[in-house]
């Protein structure tokens, strides 16, 4: 029924259609003169067109999707083309892709979504049920079979946690099947068949499922044909490429292309990696089966099923028994003792006759004929003979490989295997078969043509009988060829297997042998080995371009060879076309039973049927694609395929692409858009059509394809085809096809190049000896440099096919040659300097006769190539290699008429100029650097001498010489000769030569990057001179008049420029044609002096070494960092190796003048490490010595000052192997002076020590605080005088003589003090420690310097502020570029710190604030000077008080160490902020000062005793960043002092703390007033009983526990305050508003606090504070409060209990 289309499209207004996106139709076959395709008529420009059986689908702009054609889910709706229907349902939907299947409609949305409509008998709409069309009687439970608008169908990946919904960007249909590619390049299938890909036996399947085959590949493009799918999907990546080797590199990167022209060449492959064989699944139910089969059809749809099915007999997807039940393969081992009776039972004819009404009656067995069921094609009659049984058993054992009785076995469960058993278990048997093809190499074999495929069956999967009784039956008939590839083919010798051998995810798939080549040992050149194979796909990409490196994947029904797998057999799953490997397809088309795929080389292969010619050559049918037969010069870029023919879209001799057809002529059927719908009751009986009377041999060119414009696009499905085209308006389109059409062409020829040219004579043995090594290493670069300009141009090319059929939806600006230059550009570059390296070298000379020799009489194919007659042969191969170069003119052509089409002030008219004039000054350009290769060649060929042989590189090109005495040596002798070459890349000067002899005596080069060339602009002399720069030498050169000066002076700045690529690196001021004066560039020294042969690479400066950069020497030395004039000045890296160790010194810091000079750290081969300063290489200020054998476990550490490499002043020496350690003073490398030494059994000296020994007058306390003040000889040593105090006060003095280890002899006066004498002389050594110790303010001055000298500043001298605070900002900047790892954190702090403070202004509340915060930061910051000295003094303070130097005679020592820290760091931080008042002062603050709230801990303490007003001293400002630090060390010490009280405090706290709370508060004589009655707990209030513990005072007794958390004495009085608080607000809750503390009443109940608070070394707290509070701290409310904490101490001390 054809009915007037209401929603037709057409404009209503009559506004002319659109010269974009015009759509022609015509019918197949058709090809008269006489014939104008129809025109669809629409308003918007035409998008994409897709044609299915009997009906269309049309994408305009917008997103709108049209309909024409027989429309049977629209109620038999017939719509012509020429007024298509608006699918109204999609029309907000914006629809980018359409797909037609047999009778089945998809669309895509831009935002991923699939709409699905048509006919779902089989599923391939992917509904169950969105309100379709059913039949009344004998429909499935699922499904339904008409989806008559378009549906949405959600493509879910479950794989994934949470699911996800897959965005889809196009979609393919078959005749029951349809295929899904999604943005991540993964296939979804949904349907009936084994064409789907699934591992599944149970269809339809009708959900999106994801090919699990292709998981991890790259799918590139999905197409459907009746019951096959291919896939393009991308070639993996080389495994063995080796990035090191240049020829490896070569062959990994060209094998795509020179894959195809060595495609003869093929790896063998292991089968056991592979599944060879598959066949149909299918597994169904009663009632809820395959709806092909077991469902009633529309005539239309039956009659066009059979019409469309495979010329030969194609398997049924499943086995029916009488119960309508599907027999499976496993069923067949089963039920063999009943064979016979099986097999005849199914072949009994099933009969579905047809009602009136379109309904069908339930099949019956009956002897009808075969023409009444539409199944009759695909069994035998039941008076055919049975089956042997033996003969099936036999097939099915040899097919599987095992016997009926093994299968059986195993049970029907595990028929169903998984993806990666199944191939295992079909392997060997296959490979049998596959072998067994092959074993016959009989003519008879090779030339019979057989149209009849073997079908075979795997053990895991249902096949038909009939394919089995066919299969034994041809067995048993006759044996006359065992092949299952097209015997037609042509094959090579050593191509002796089946090369469609399937992938699996696991194994990958097979290679190709490497085609590169390589220059062996022997100077041959040859193929890699074997056992090196490479990937066929391209390198990744990033340019956006297609990829030629592909492969091509394809399954299902494959009766009539259209999978191309060289056999007859359906596949289950993808498997890879071997022999389409590296043929660099780009687009693929299937049709109802063939398929094609087009290459990059716009060459087109076809396989599959060609009944009716549609392959394009007379192989009928092929099994293996095969190309086309198309006329020489023809370039094909789009392909489609319908049910019986092929249309081919190439470049015609015009600009006006060309159409040719292939297949029947004429056809039966009219055309759809002018007749009736066909009849209902017309059916077909074949299972294929017969071969047409009258088809196509090959391509034939459609006359009327000129008359509909510039085609972008051909279409074909069923019996119609299709042309998108463009008129050509303002040029734009005729433009755009010449750029690709000339592209195509190019890439074609530079292909033939590579095949023709490069291939024969790479593969000869002659080739290196006939050009020689040099020469063969630049050959093999040139043909590399070919191969990737190739690859570009080809992959460009396709690209550029993209953009023509896609040009309303491209903008112009996209194209490769504009938004990827530079990659043009650069292959350019590369190719051009190729060729002029392999020129320079002579290469050509000797590759001509090498062509000749190789070539021989075929030389007719080089001036093919080359476009040129053999008059002109000498220069051929120049001429050739040098073509490609003028493809750069055509882009350039190119973009200027596209510009054309632009108005000028159009960003597109300005991109398209910008790049036009890009090509075409790199046109310019390399075509000179053609002439200088060709100027360059000439000079060597003139001056060819040995000398010259040294001095020629491939790389080099001569840019001017003096042989004309046109320049010369200032001051040269009379009868001197010189002669002045000036190459691209050097000035060579050669002296005593004869240029007009070609004679050199010697030679000096001159890299041009580090030469500096000026003219002398002195005219006194009046000389034409230039003077001329080296790093070891410098001369001035006369010319002979100013022109030639000028000359010279131009030539060499230009040289020099170009050396440096475009201008050196450095910032100073450049001139126009000049090269810069400060670069980067690498230099060899030569000459005599402590540069000799060494290599320096980095910055230069006018000549001298300036800059960062690395020197290396021969002999092992290297430095790496800055250099100044020459020398190693700043920061930097040097190794030296030490030849007696034969170990490296390593040195890193601060050199200057080329010496060691500054801080740094020196790890010496003995294992020695030094940190410190230096001067003049010495060691020398502040430093430390580690030394030992290994640095992690030194015997000795010094640490103090050195003067000219001594240790000199006062340092610490910790001797680790004796464990004693010295503190004092030193002189030349000894200990000299007065000094400290501990041991670590306890001794403590102190005194004089003398030429390393203890000499004179000292203090020698032990452990148990026996003392002896007297006369030392020598270490531990007593001789003279002295007084023996011992621990008990008794005394003994006299002379003394021995070693007080080992005992002492005495002559003297022992007195024993009465007892109230005891106590005053008891500890009276005390008052002689320290008499002989070096003060603290004289101890690390070498620190202090060094801070000094990092400001800038000389402490001898008067400082300058301004001069420190730009050193620091330069520090912390130059830091901070140099630690790239640096955090956020840090980074923000070195931000804060590299400003410049206001330090000048007067100080106020806020700005003391201000410098508080900016000293915490300064001095957490390594990289700033204060930052440096904190981390040092804390570093000598824990190398003096830790370990052996844990001494408690120390602590006196170590806490006026920590004062002389502040007072001297103070002095330096009020030089850098003038305006701080002296220690001790009042700083006044406003009223309501915003400051407070940022005020610390010490100023709030301040405020509350000094009133209004902050108290300026060095504890508060630098304390809480320095003791925090040293407070591990100095606690220790102040714990062991007080260890002796702490013994006894510990003791009672214990004992008190056993008793019940209101026990102890009595005991302690607190008043009853106080004693709380309840406690909260969770805020509930509970009694306090008499046997409760630890339930009183609970915040305070908490509070008083952080006293141990802190480390400031600020801090710890800030506890106690805190303390007194929380008690006094207890104790206010229980008595009146106005209450008063006296002490009487606040010790005890205090005491009961500091009982339960438990603190360990409470003593040690008390002492810290009290030694190291600030002075305006120890008045008013917080000292009465730490005296009251002094108090407790004291008594819990000596409290008794009764």
Not at 20 to 25: D, P, S
Not at 535 to 555: C, I, K, N, Q, Y
């Amino acid at each position: 029924m054809e009915i007037e289309n209401k929603e037709s499209p057409v404009d209503e207004q009559g506004t002319p259609p659109t010269e974009r996106g015009l759509l022609h139709l015509w019918q197949a076959g058709v090809t008269s003169e006489g014939l104008c395709p129809d025109r669809v008529l629409l308003s918007r420009p035409i998008l994409q067109a897709s044609l299915g059986a009997y009906h269309g689908l049309i994408l305009a702009q917008g997103g709108l999707v049209y309909s024409f054609g027989q429309l049977p889910w629209r109620q038999g709706l017939c719509v012509p083309a020429a007024s298509p229907l608006l699918e109204s349902s999609l029309a907000m939907q914006m629809v980018v892709k359409i797909a037609a299947g047999g009778f089945h409609c998809g669309a895509v949305t831009e935002q991923g979504g699939v709409y699905m409509w048509g006919e779902n008998s089989a599923g391939q709409c992917g509904l169950t049920d969105k309100g379709g069309i059913h039949g009344k009687r004998g429909l499935p439970d699922r499904g339904t079979l008409f989806i008559p608008e378009p549906s949405p169908v959600s493509v879910v990946d479950n794989e994934v946690l949470p699911t996800v919904l897959v965005k889809v960007v196009e979609l393919a249909c078959g005749m029951e099947h349809t295929l899904a590619l999604s943005a991540k390049h993964e296939l979804w299938a949904w349907g009936s068949g084994c064409q789907l890909g699934l591992v599944t036996k149970t269809f339809p399947v009708w959900r999106p499922q994801k090919v699990e085959h292709l998981a991890g590949r790259h799918v590139i493009q999905v197409v459907c044909g009746g019951y096959h799918s291919l896939a393009l999907v991308r070639g993996l990546p080389s495994q063995n490429y080796d990035a090191q080797n240049p020829s490896e590199g070569f062959e990994a990167r060209q094998q795509p292309d020179y894959s195809a022209i060595e495609r003869d060449e093929l790896i063998t492959v292991d089968d056991a990696h592979y599944c060879p064989l598959g066949v149909e699944l299918a597994e169904v139910t009663s009632g809820k089966g395959c709806l092909r089969r077991s469902m009633p059809r529309r005539r239309l749809l039956a009659a066009e099923r059979l019409a469309s099915a495979s010329p030969a007999s194609e398997a049924s997807p499943c086995l029916y028994s009488e119960s309508q039940k599907p027999v499976h393969a496993s069923d067949l081992g089963n039920r063999m003792p009943s064979a016979t009776t099986t097999l005849d039972k199914m072949n009994q004819p099933f009969q579905a006759e047809l009602e009136p009404d379109g309904q069908a009656e339930h099949p019956t067995q009956t002897d009808s004929t075969d023409k009444a069921c539409p199944l009759a094609g695909l069994r035998r009659n039941k008076k055919s003979a049975p089956c042997d049984e033996l003969a099936l058993q036999d097939f099915l054992q040899r097919l599987s490989g095992r016997s009926l009785e093994e299968q059986g076995a195993r049970g029907a469960g595990e028929t169903n295997s998984s993806d990666d058993s199944y191939p295992s278990s079909v392997s060997e048997p296959s490979r049998d078969l596959l072998e067994s093809s092959y074993e016959d190499d009989s003519p008879v074999r090779r030339n019979t043509n057989s149209n009849r495929g073997v079908s075979m069956l795997c053990s895991s999967a249902p096949v038909c009988v009939e394919e089995v009784r066919v299969s034994i039956e041809e067995e048993a008939v006759g044996r006359k060829s065992s092949s299952l590839t097209d015997i037609t083919l042509e094959e090579s010798p050593e191509v002796k297997r089946r090369c469609s051998l399937p992938g699996t995810p696991t194994h990958g798939t097979p290679r190709y042998r490497s085609p590169g080549y390589r220059i062996s040992s022997g100077g041959r050149m040859t193929k890699r080995g074997k056992g090196r194979t490479q990937g066929v796909g391209l390198e990744e990409a990033r340019d956006g371009m297609p990829h030629l490196g592909t492969e091509v994947w394809s399954w299902g029904r494959g009766m009539e060879g259209q999978l191309g797998h060289g056999d007859h057999l359906p596949r289950l799953q993808p498997l890879c076309v071997k022999s389409l490997t590296g043929e660099q397809v780009v687009k693929l088309a299937a049709g109802t039973h063939h398929s094609l795929a087009l290459t990059a080389q716009c060459q087109v292969y076809s396989w599959g049927s060609n009944m009716c010619g549609q392959l394009g050559h007379i192989n009928s049918p092929a099994t293996i694609p095969q190309q086309a037969k198309l006329t020489e010069g023809i370039h094909v870029w789009d392909v489609s395929a319908g049910q019986s023919h092929s249309l081919l879209l190439a470049d015609g001799d015009c600009v006006q692409p060309i159409i040719y057809y292939c297949g029947q002529q004429p056809v039966s059927q009219p055309y759809l858009a002018k007749t009736e719908r066909s009849s209902q009751g017309q059916r077909l009986c074949q299972r294929s059509p017969n071969r047409a009377e009258t088809y196509t041999v090959r391509p034939l060119l459609l006359p009327f394809c000129m008359e509909m414009g510039y085609v972008s696009g051909v279409f074909s499905g069923g019996q119609m085809c299709a042309a998108l085209a463009d008129q050509n308006v303002m040029g734009f389109i005729s433009a755009s096809h010449e750029l690709a059409s000339k592209e195509r062409q190019q890439y074609c020829w530079l292909y033939n190049i590579s095949k023709d040219i490069l291939k024969p004579l790479l593969n000869k043995e002659s080739t290196c000896s006939s050009l020689g090594q040099p020469c063969s290493r630049l050959f093999l670069s040139l043909s590399e440099s070919l191969v990737h300009l190739s690859a570009l141009t080809g992959r460009h090319s396709v690209s550029l096919t993209h953009f023509l059929q896609n040009t309303q939806r491209y903008d112009v600006t996209s194209l490769p040659l504009l938004v990827h230059a530079d990659l043009f550009m650069d292959a350019y570059k590369e190719y051009c300097a190729s060729v002029g390296n392999f020129q320079v070298m002579g290469g050509f000379q000797s590759l001509h006769k090498l062509s000749v020799e190789c070539f021989g009489k075929q030389q007719d194919v080089v001036f093919r190539l080359c476009g040129v007659d053999q008059a002109g042969s000498t220069e051929v191969m120049v001429v050739l290699f040098y073509l490609p170069l003028q493809h750069l003119h055509q882009y350039s052509r190119s973009l200027l008429k596209l510009a054309a089409c632009y108005d000028v002030s159009t960003p597109e008219y300005m991109s398209l100029h910008q790049g036009c004039s890009q090509y075409e000054s790199l046109s310019l350009s390399l075509w000179r650097s053609r002439k200088e290769a060709e100027a360059t060649a000439l000079f060597w060929k003139t001056y060819s001498t040995k000398t010259a042989d040294l001095l020629c590189r491939p790389e080099r090109r001569v840019v001017c010489e003096s042989s004309n005495r046109g320049l010369t040596l200032q001051n040269a002798g009379r009868f001197s000769s010189h002669w002045f070459i000036l190459f691209n890349d050097v000035l060579v000067h050669t002296q005593g030569t004869i240029p007009s002899k070609s004679l050199f005596s010697s030679h000096h080069v001159y890299p041009l990057t580090c030469l500096w060339v000026r003219p002398v602009t002195d005219d006194s002399s009046g000389l034409s001179a230039i003077k001329v720069t080296c790093p070891e030498e410098s001369f001035t050169l006369v010319a002979s008049t100013p022109q030639e000066k000028n000359k010279w002076l131009h030539a060499l700045n230009q040289a020099v420029e170009h050396a440096l690529g475009g201008g050196g690196q450095g910032s100073s001021p450049r001139v126009t044609g000049v090269p810069a004066v400060s670069r980067s560039a690498s230099y060899t020294f030569t000459g005599e002096g402590r540069l000799k042969d060494a290599h320096y690479s980095g910055g230069w400066l006018a000549g001298k070494i300036h800059g960062r950069g690395t020197m290396k020497w021969p002999d092992g030395r290297s430095y790496t960092g800055n250099f100044k004039n020459g020398l190693e000045d700043g920061y930097g890296e040097c190794v030296i190796l030490n030849k007696l160790l034969n170990k490296p010194d390593r040195y890193r810091g601060h050199w200057k003048e080329g010496k060691i000079h500054g801080f740094g750290t020196y790890k010496y081969a003995s294992g020695e490490v030094y940190e410190g300063c230096f001067y003049d290489g010495q060691r020398h200020g502040y430093g430390m010595l580690s030394s030992g054998k290994l640095t992690r476990t030194s015997s000795s550490v010094f640490i103090g000052v050195w003067v000219h490499d001594r240790k000199t002043g006062y340092g610490v020496f910790d001797d680790i192997t004796r464990g004693e350690k010295y503190m004092g003073l030193w002189l030349d490398d000894q200990k000299q002076g007065n000094a400290v030494v501990v041991t670590q059994f306890g001794l403590y000296y102190e005194g004089t020590f003398r030429d390393n020994k203890m000499n004179g007058t000292g203090l020698l306390i032990s452990e148990d605080d026996t003392s002896f003040h007297g006369e030392f000889s020598e270490d531990w040593a007593v001789s003279g005088k002295g007084v023996l105090t011992l621990a008990n006060g008794d005394c003994l003095d006299g002379l003394f003589s021995g070693e007080w280890t080992t005992g002492l002899k005495v002559i003297g006066t022992y007195t024993k003090p009465i007892h109230y004498e005891h106590d005053s002389k008891d500890r009276g050594w005390q008052l002689e420690v320290g008499r002989y110790k070096v003060p603290a303010e004289q101890r690390w001055q070498c620190v202090f310097e060094e801070c000094w000298s990092r400001l800038g500043c000389d402490p001898a001298g008067t400082p300058d502020r301004s001069t420190a605070w730009e050193k620091i900002a330069v520090t912390i900047t130059a830091g901070r570029r140099e630690s790239p790892d640096l955090s956020r954190s840090q980074s923000r702090v070195l931000e804060h710190l590299e400003w410049i403070p206001r330090h000048g202004e007067p100080i106020t509340a806020s700005n003391f604030s201000n410098i508080r915060r900016y000293l915490a930061k300064a001095c957490d910051t390594p990289l700033h000077p204060l930052g440096w000295l904190v981390e040092t003094l804390v570093t000598v303070y824990r190398m003096t008080y830790v370990g052996v130097g844990s001494n408690r005679r120390l602590l006196k020592e170590a806490v006026q160490e920590i004062r002389s820290y502040l007072t001297r760091i103070f002095s330096i931080v009020r030089f850098l902020f003038p305006g701080l008042p002296d220690e001790g002062s009042l700083i006044p603050s406003p009223p309501c000062s915003p400051s407070s709230a940022v005020l610390s801990t010490h100023d709030r303490l301040a405020n509350t005793s000094q009133g209004s007003g902050q108290v300026v001293s060095c504890s508060s400002l630098l304390l809480p960043v320095l003791l925090p630090r040293l407070y591990p060390p100095l606690f220790t010490l102040y714990c062991l002092e007080e260890e002796r009280k702490e013994v006894v405090y510990w003791e009672s706290i214990l004992r008190l703390n056993k008793q019940p709370d209101q026990s102890l508060l009595s005991f302690l004589e607190v008043p009853e007033k106080f004693w709380p009655v309840s406690m909260s707990v969770l805020g509930e209030r509970r009694q306090i009983l008499s046997t409760s513990k630890d339930a009183c005072f609970i915040p305070a007794v908490e509070t008083l526990q952080q006293i141990s958390t802190t480390f400031t004495p600020s801090d710890k009085l800030v506890v106690i305050q805190r303390t007194f608080k929380e008690l006094t607000q207890e104790v206010k809750s229980s008595q009146v508003d106005n209450f008063l503390w006296s002490m009487d009443e606040l010790i005890p109940l205090f005491i009961y606090v500091v009982v339960r608070a438990r603190i360990r070394n409470l003593g040690a707290e008390i002492c810290l504070i009290e030694d190291l509070m600030d002075p305006s701290l120890q008045h008013g409310e917080l000292g009465m409060m730490f005296t009251t904490l002094k108090a407790c101490y004291f008594h819990i001390q000596h409290e008794k209990t009764a």
